[in-house]
């Protein structure tokens, strides 16, 4: 079955720390992929997606996520943090031309200023 | 903001009642759906309709149900409720072709369900 998990369930940081998040997907097909934030109080976003192309995207808010094939990885990257980063974090897959999401559990950032 | 909205925010209901929440898409898209996000979980895929039609479903019982209406606004049901459907329901529109594939889909900001 299709899944997707997340390495880091809850992570702590202080400002200015690098941060990386983990997210491994189990499909050997086509698949897009997805990280989305969830800020304290507020609906889910997108931060960055990955159809095809370029394995390194650039998403908002200077997020990057590299595409793996090989280790069927989706890491979330960020040079340096910031207390706003504070929120939820949510890797999700997508498998080929299915238009369900696969979803991993989540990982919580508390970023300390 | 995305430009879906859904209602109530919140609603407490006991076990065994029926519950109607309702999504007003993204204007211009044709495709709705409805998440379930316990606490500390990622949202599972209830189901999504299409025009209409469903879509595509996750694994939910029958007493999970959905509509579309032709404004593409939606509507889930969830009937005889138990403690565990206690989660936020997150519903999502987007624009999907014929051809199918993924298209980006944007969140609302949730109906927390609470059953007592």
Redesign the interface.
């Known amino acids: 079955a299709q899944s997707?998990s997340q390495h880091n369930h809850h992570v702590i940081l202080s400002e200015a720390a690098s941060l990386e998040l983990g997210c491994n997907y189990s499909y050997g097909g086509t698949v897009?992929l997805f990280w989305?934030v969830q800020y304290p109080g507020?609906?889910?976003?997108?931060l960055l997606?990955y159809?095809s192309g370029d394995p390194l995207v650039k998403g908002i808010k200077g997020f990057e996520a590299e595409f793996i094939k090989s280790k069927f990885s989706f890491n979330l990257r960020k040079p340096s943090v910031q207390w706003s980063d504070t929120a939820e974090y949510?890797c999700?897959a997508?498998a080929g031309?299915?238009?369900?999401?696969?979803?991993?559990?989540?990982t919580s950032l508390a970023v300390n200023p | 903001e995305t430009g879906v909205t859904q209602s109530p925010t919140h609603l407490i209901k006991t076990r065994g009642q029926q519950v109607t929440l309702r999504c007003s898409s993204q204007s211009g898209h044709n495709t709705v759906s409805w998440y379930q996000q316990a606490l500390g979980q990622g949202p599972q895929f209830i189901f999504q309709y299409y025009r209409e039609e469903e879509n595509g479903r996750g694994n939910f019982p029958p007493r999970f149900s959905g509509l579309q209406f032709p404004n593409y606004s939606s509507e889930l049901n969830v009937n005889a409720l138990e403690l565990d459907d206690s989660a936020l329901y997150l519903c999502a529109s987007s624009l999907a072709g014929l051809a199918g594939g993924y298209n980006e889909q944007f969140f609302g900001p949730g109906t927390r369900l609470t059953v007592l």
């Not at chain 1, 031309?97 to 989540?106: E, H, Q, V």
């Open positions: 997707v897009n989305y507020q609906h889910l976003q997108l997606k159809f949510f999700a997508n031309n299915n238009r369900k999401l696969i979803w991993g559990l989540g």
